[in-house]
Nanobody, 115 residues
Framework: QVQLVESGGGSVQAGGSLRLSCAASGSIVRINAMGWYRQPPGKQREWVGGITSGFSTNYADSVKGRFTLSRDNAKNTMYLQMNSLTPEDTAIYYC?????????WGQGTQVTVSS
């Protein structure tokens, strides 16, 4: 039902910052569970963080203190602010929504962090 498009990926040096956006085709105001996964090269997909309709956030231990999730319901957009990036953050980043157990995924955006 809701289509998602990520943007904002690119190449940065270690210690740099990047802000990813996830634009939805429709309203996200009623979507309680949405967030981001990532897939590093040669590794399985891993959960990065999630945000609820009440703006509560949770993060994987690997990104706590460095990444921040936010959402702007008026713009139907979710964001992932990434600071203090390291080469271990290199991955394809995917945004998602989870409605009653059904996941919807974006196409993914590449983040590459060089040392």
């Amino acid at each position: 039902q809701v289509q998602l498009v990520e943007s904002g990926g690119g190449s940065v040096q270690a210690g740099g910052s990047l802000r990813l956006s996830c634009a939805a085709s429709g309203s996200i105001v009623r979507i309680n569970a949405m967030g981001w996964y990532r897939q590093p090269p040669g590794k399985q997909r891993e959960w990065v963080g999630g945000i609820t309709s009440g703006f509560s956030t949770n993060y994987a231990d690997s990104v706590k203190g460095r990444f921040t999730l936010s959402r702007d319901n008026a713009k139907n957009t979710m964001y992932l602010q990434m600071n203090s990036l390291t080469p271990e953050d290199t991955a394809i980043y995917y945004c998602y929504t989870n409605v009653l157990g059904t996941y919807t995924w974006g196409q993914g955006t590449q983040v590459t962090v060089s040392s």
